[in-house]
Nanobody, 126 residues
């Protein structure tokens, strides 16, 4: 599965961006999907996840109430709506897909993901 992430860019603190992750010609409905991010000199970290089908969502504490992950299975696309952006949100954002049978409980663990997008840069200025 080839994942194509897009939508990154430059935003001011307090602003919004929406990231998209598409898999043209492939079905994502059977995959748990997630967004991770990696800031300079930091490890990649989990941001948000959504279970296969039309399942529940889960967020890391630092983005709760500001970010929303969603999916449109008719378009094979997953979104990350990012509101009230902060400079500490600056990072390269990656979408990832995990086969549904690997277990929703592993959604935060990058090693269990099967496919990754190429990353999209998000820069938030203060």
């Amino acid at each position: 599965v080839q994942l194509q992430a897009s939508g990154g860019g430059l935003a001011q603190a307090g602003g919004s961006l929406r990231l998209s992750c598409a898999a043209p010609g492939r079905t994502l409905s059977r995959y748990n999907m997630a967004w991770f991010r990696q800031a300079p000199v930091k490890e990649r970290e989990f941001v948000a996840g959504i279970r296969w089908g039309d399942g529940p969502t889960y967020y890391t504490d630092s983005v709760k109430g500001r970010f929303t992950i969603s999916r449109d299975n008719t378009k094979n696309t997953v979104y990350l709506q990012m509101n009230t952006l902060k400079p500490e949100d600056t990072a390269v954002y990656y979408c990832a897909a995990m086969r549904g049978d690997r277990g929703w409980s592993r959604i935060e663990r990058s090693s269990f993901f099967d496919f990754w997008g190429q990353g999209t840069q998000v820069t938030v200025s203060s």
